[in-house]
């Protein structure tokens, strides 16, 4: 093409378009739109047709709320009393989050702000695999290694130290399986998720923000402070919520070094019962044994609205810091 | 005091050199320009003097750059130190995601200062840029609501506030609507004879306005350097003298 040529072909104004391929254009448009609006609704209508059904196969052990009052499990007994296992998901949560949050947003933020390129484009990887790793392995590992340890080193440390003064450290249960066994692992699971996601939520943070704290004299702590608290909080707020969200909710796990006793634990080292795993040990052996079914529906609902509470007031606490900032 | 000097500064990106042997010494309280076309260097040069350019893990940097005689490359000098006596005024106006006050009085708290007297620099930088009367009501408001000029006279009270030697200016006016970009000019203008002013700007006409000193790079090489009367009215390079002339750039 000549100079000319280029040049005549820029005077050339409007687009030239055949009526047939912009129709065909538009409808495409329209019908994308559609399809992904459909499949958006369909996320919301599968939360309420969880919730409904829940709720329904629960209704028959609502309407006799004194069986759920109990404090004991006895199915055959007709007492159904979830209190146990409500207290034992608490407590394996607890000990959970209280083991992994503060470790877990100081290795994201050391990540993002103090390791070199180089090093974060192998550890990145590694921590997502770890993130990926199915919960039975964690669950294996904690039969193999972390029971044994509570067993022989942590139990009898711990008992002869703060169990002499706290009844709550007492090593009550020598098997080594419980409370502490499940939030160990727990912690170990929610450990990468909470650190990927802080490491996400501070490399997003600008540049500049950097550059500027930098640029004041502050220190890289001083400046990694503030975008922390003025840059990343919600985000990390987020990265707990998540990880809160699934300790509670992980099942295999925690069923394999809890101990699965259904009392509520007084000590750290006492076996205990989550609420989801006594819905999985005990969904294919109900029997026949009536309300029972309509029991476990319950635990499973209460584990549902609890998560879905837990995530709603952790938005809303989200939502008024991002608007603070 | 107040003084900046360049002596024989290397640097590479990776394997790219992007500034070579620079030498210039910038005389004290008056403002520099270095002006020249977008990719010759000169924000790089600019940003070699606070040390942000290390935050570039590609970077290599070799030569001297004395502030007040002393080598801040030099093993076991304070970076923060340096940092601290060195302002930056950025080209785009970061507020910091906080209210009015606790921007400017950020640097202040670093260096723990009282309340009383952090509440009392506070006041007397936002007077001093021109912006006390509109935000004396609403000093807890976020800063982010204010206009593009009104951020960047914040940034630049937040940035004098620390008391540095030195203000660098990258491109501080080029983001700003012209009126606000007049109100930075002058400002700047205002603070000559206080600071050692060094601007990178791509604008020869502010250079004008502002400069006292010139310093013209291109594709990483310093071309020329002068008083602004001797840059402006006889340059010496043939490049200088083209790029003046608009023939390139």
């Known amino acids: 093409m000549t100079r000319e040529e280029s040049l005549t072909l820029l005077t050339q104004a409007g687009a030239v378009q055949s009526g047939v391929t912009m129709q065909r254009r538009r409808l495409f448009d329209v019908a994308v739109g559609a399809g992904m609006r459909m499949l958006q609704w369909l996320v919301i209508l599968l939360l309420l047709m969880m919730t409904a059904t829940l709720s329904m196969r629960s209704l028959p052990i609502l309407r006799q709320l004194e069986l759920l009052r109990s404090h004991v499990w006895q199915p055959m007994a007709g007492r159904f009393g979830l209190a146990p296992f409500i207290a034992g998901s608490m407590a394996v949560t607890a000990v959970a989050m209280a083991l992994a949050t503060i470790p877990a947003i100081l290795c994201g933020v050391y990540m993002a702000e103090y390791t070199s390129t180089r090093t974060r484009a192998w550890l990145k990887p590694l921590l997502d695999l770890l993130v990926g790793v199915p919960s039975v392995v964690y669950g294996l590992w904690g039969v193999l290694f972390v029971v044994p340890l509570i067993r022989d080193r942590i139990g009898p440390a711990v008992d002869a130290t703060l169990g002499q003064m706290l009844p709550f450290f007492r090593q009550t249960n020598p098997s080594g399986y419980g409370v502490l066994a499940a939030g160990v692992v727990l912690a170990l699971m929610t450990f990468p998720l909470i650190v990927a996601v802080t490491e996400e939520v501070m490399r997003s943070a600008p540049q500049q923000m950097r550059e500027t704290l930098l640029a004041l004299g502050a220190t890289r702590w001083e400046t990694t402070k503030c975008i922390v608290r003025h840059a990343a909080l919600p985000g990390v707020m987020a990265a707990v919520v998540l990880g809160f969200s699934r300790a509670f909710g992980e099942t295999l796990a925690v069923m394999m070094v809890v101990g699965n006793a259904p009392r509520a634990p007084t000590s750290i080292f006492d076996a205990a019962y989550p609420l989801p795993a006594l819905i999985a040990n005990n969904y294919s052996e109900m029997m026949s044994v009536p309300l029972y079914d309509s029991a476990l529906m319950m635990a499973a609902l209460f584990l549902l609205v609890v998560v879905l509470c837990f995530n709603v007031m952790a938005r809303l606490v989200i939502h008024r810091l991002t608007r603070q900032l | ?249």
């Not at chain 2, 590479?12 to 076309?37: C, M, T």
């Not at chain 2, 801040?72 to 209210?99: C, E, H, N, T, W």
């Not at chain 2, 491109?171 to 007049?182: C, K, N, Q, V, Y």
Request: contains cysteine; aromatic residues 6%.
């Open chain 2, 1 to 249: 005091m107040y003084s900046l000097t360049v002596q024989n500064l290397n640097v590479w990106y990776g394997k790219q050199q992007a500034l070579k042997n620079i030498d210039v010494a910038f005389p004290e309280r008056r403002i520099s320009a270095i002006i020249g076309p977008s990719g010759c260097g000169k924000s790089t040069l600019l940003k070699s003097f606070n040390r942000l350019l290390e935050l570039n893990e590609q970077v290599r940097i070799e030569g001297r750059v004395l502030l007040d005689g002393e080598d801040i490359y030099a093993p076991g000098v304070d970076v923060v130190a340096v940092r601290s006596r060195i302002g930056l005024l950025a080209q785009k106006p970061f507020p910091l995601p906080m209210s009015i006050f606790d921007n400017v009085a950020y640097g202040l708290r670093l260096q723990g200062r009282n309340k009383r007297e952090i509440a009392e620099v506070v006041e007397a930088q936002l007077r001093a840029v021109g912006l006390w009367e509109e935000v004396k009501e609403r000093l807890k408001a976020p800063a982010t609501g204010l206009s593009g000029g009104q951020q960047q006279r914040l940034c630049l009270a937040r940035t004098l506030a620390v008391r540095p030697e030195i203000l660098l200016c990258d491109e501080s006016t080029a983001s700003l609507d012209p009126l606000s970009a007049r109100g930075i000019e002058e400002l700047l203008a205002a603070l000559r004879g206080h600071y050692t002013i060094i601007m990178v700007t791509h604008d020869i006409d502010q250079a004008r306005r502002l400069a006292d000193y010139v310093v013209f790079m291109w594709l990483g090489e310093l071309v020329e350097k002068a008083p602004a009367a001797e840059f402006f009215g006889a340059p010496r390079a043939e490049l200088t003298q083209a790029y003046l002339a608009r023939r390139i750039g």
